[in-house]
C-alpha cells in the first residue's frame, strides 16, 4: 500500500532561515504522481506543487525548491529566507491511481511549520 | 477557490442522527472525493466519485456513504453519527496538472 512519512512534525525557526520539510514516499507503483500542500492558520489547503514520477528535475519557484530523488525515494521541500507568512501545516502526498482514472491521494501526517520574527 | 463550495461551514449534531454534508462544484470536474482531517493522521479518503453514479470507497468509509446524482454534486452522509466522526471534512476535485482543489471545510462536532 501506499505510505507518506512526514517525520517532522513541527518546525521553528527565526525569520530569514532556511528550512527544509522532509517527505518520503513508498510506493510499488512505476507512475505516480507527488504533491506538496500548504494549510495555513486559515485552514484552507493550497497546492503548491505537482511532480511527475518520471521527472526528477529540481523545481524552484520564488524562494521555494523540491528536490525529488527517486533512489531514496524522497520529495523533499526547501523554503529560502523564510517569511512569518510561511507558517502554516504543509503535507506532502502520493498518488494512488485506479482503473477508473481517480488519483486518490495517500497524505503525510503534515508538518507545522512555525516561522518566528 | 470559487468554484468548489462545502456546506454547512460548522455544524454540532447528536450521537446518533444523520448528517449530510454537501460539495458543489462549478467546473464540471470528472472527478470529486472527501477527506477527512484529524491530528495526527492528515488527510484520509473516505469516499470518491469517477461520475454521476459512480462512486467508491476510500480508506475510512465506514459509518459513511455518498450520493452523486448531478455532477456538480457530491453528498456525504453519517448514517448514525459517533463522536469518532468529529473531524474537518474536506471535499476536493481534480484538476489535474494542478491538483486537487479543495473546498473551504466542514467541522463537524458530534456530541
Known amino acids: 500500500a501506499q505510505k507518506v512519512t512526514q517525520a517532522q512534525t513541527e518546525i521553528s525557526v527565526v525569520e530569514k532561515e532556511d528550512v527544509t520539510l522532509d517527505c518520503v514516499y513508498e510506493?510499488?507503483?512505476?507512475?505516480?504522481?507527488l504533491f506538496w500542500y500548504k494549510q495555513p492558520p486559515s485552514g484552507e489547503l493550497v497546492f503548491l506543487i505537482r511532480?511527475?514520477?518520471?521527472?526528477?528535475q529540481n523545481e524552484i519557484s520564488g524562494r521555494y525548491s523540491w528536490n525529488f530523488q527517486k533512489s531514496t525515494s524522497s520529495f523533499n521541500f526547501t523554503i529560502t529566507a523564510s517569511q512569518v507568512v510561511d507558517s502554516a501545516v504543509y503535507f506532502c502526498?502520493?498518488?494512488?491511481?485506479?482503473?477508473?482514472?481517480?488519483?486518490?491521494?495517500?497524505f503525510g501526517q503534515g508538518t507545522r511549520l512555525t516561522i518566528n520574527p | 477557490d470559487a468554484g468548489i463550495t462545502q456546506s454547512p461551514r460548522h455544524k454540532v449534531t447528536e450521537t446518533g442522527t444523520p448528517v449530510t454534508l454537501r460539495c458543489h462544484q462549478t467546473?464540471?470536474?470528472?472527478?470529486m472525493y472527501w477527506y477527512r482531517q484529524d491530528p495526527g493522521h492528515g488527510l484520509r479518503l473516505i469516499h470518491y466519485?469517477?461520475?454521476?453514479?459512480?462512486?467508491d470507497k476510500g480508506e475510512v468509509s465506514d459509518g459513511y456513504s455518498v450520493s452523486r446524482s448531478k455532477t456538480e454534486d457530491f453528498l456525504l452522509t453519517l448514517e448514525s453519527a459517533t463522536s469518532s466522526q468529529t473531524s474537518v471534512y474536506f471535499c476536493?476535485?481534480?484538476?489535474?496538472?494542478?491538483?486537487?482543489?479543495f473546498g473551504s471545510g466542514t467541522r463537524l462536532t458530534v456530541v
Open positions: 502526498a502520493l498518488s494512488e491511481a485506479d482503473i477508473q482514472g481517480a488519483q486518490k491521494l495517500v
Open positions: 510506493t510499488r507503483d512505476t507512475t505516480y504522481y
Open positions: 511532480r511527475n514520477s518520471f521527472d526528477e
Open positions: 467546473e464540471n470536474h470528472r472527478y
Open positions: 466519485s469517477y461520475g454521476v453514479k459512480d462512486t
Open positions: 476536493a476535485t481534480d484538476r489535474g496538472f494542478y491538483g486537487y482543489t
